[in-house]
């Protein structure tokens, strides 16, 4: 079964500049997270989709905004970009059905604002 | 607010002897708990989950142990090799309350010494 895949991989944008992440969850997962790794902060939470409805959201700006599709692909957009939005962007995705869930991440877009 | 915290960020251990990566939180909700591991350039991949009705989850070399009265988990490896070494993550996830938000730890690099 193929994993999580995300493109681009590698991204460089200016400052002001709005950008477009994506992401194709495992087949049959419905729910897709995203997440923003940075150094010396882990990976911290920005939203989750589940059947193409934002079902939780982290504590970023509305500059950080996302949709799902009905095929479960995600797309996540950050709009005026700005030099501290460089980070690595992960995406997981999980099936989202029963009590415990484990989420499957992708290999990251490398975001990169000059 | 830092839910999840690994006060650990470096670990070197030899190869043959064990690991010990240790995870603390403070959010008494959080019931669901996982292991990442992560090589450079690459997504996390998910190692090993505990719930909270355990205290104990083994998974060949890899051992999680659960204290919730101290809040505090952490993942054990024996032995270790050199093809642990990684950034590890641990994860939380309050999962009573029917939401699938993952709350990380800032990593512990660990370094396994051949």
């Known amino acids: 079964k193929a994993g999580v895949t995300q493109t681009p991989r590698y991204l460089i944008k200016t400052r002001g500049q709005q950008v477009t992440l994506s992401c194709s969850p495992i087949?049959?997962?419905?729910?897709v997270s995203w997440y923003q790794q940075t150094p010396g902060q882990g990976l911290q939470f920005l939203f989750e989709y589940f059947s193409e409805t934002q079902r939780n959201k982290g504590n970023f700006p509305g500059r950080f905004s996302g949709r799902q599709f009905s095929n479960s692909r995600s797309e996540m957009n950050v709009s005026t970009l700005e030099l501290g939005d460089s980070a690595l962007y992960l995406c997981?995705?999980?099936?989202?059905?029963?009590?415990?869930?484990?989420?499957?991440f992708g290999p990251g877009t490398r975001l990169t604002v000059l | 607010d830092q839910q999840v915290k690994q006060n650990s960020p470096s670990l070197s251990v030899q190869e043959g002897r064990i690991s010990i990566l240790n995870c603390d939180y403070t959010?008494?909700?959080?019931?669901?708990f996982l292991w990442y591991k992560k090589y450079p350039a690459e997504g996390p991949t998910f190692l090993i989950s505990i719930s909270s009705i355990k205290d104990k989850n083994e998974d060949g070399r890899f051992t999680v142990f659960l204290n919730k009265s101290a809040k505090h988990l952490s993942l054990h490896i024996v032995p270790s090799q050199p093809g642990d070494s990684a950034v590890y993550f641990c994860?939380?996830?309050?999962?009573?309350?029917?939401?699938?938000?993952?709350?990380f730890g800032t990593g512990t690099r660990l370094k396994v010494l051949a």
């Open positions: 994860a939380a996830s309050p999962k009573s309350s029917g939401t699938y938000k993952y709350i």
């Open positions: 087949s049959g997962h419905r729910s």
């Open positions: 959010n008494s909700m959080f019931d669901y």
């Open positions: 997981a995705s999980s099936t989202a059905s029963g009590t415990f869930d484990t989420q499957y």
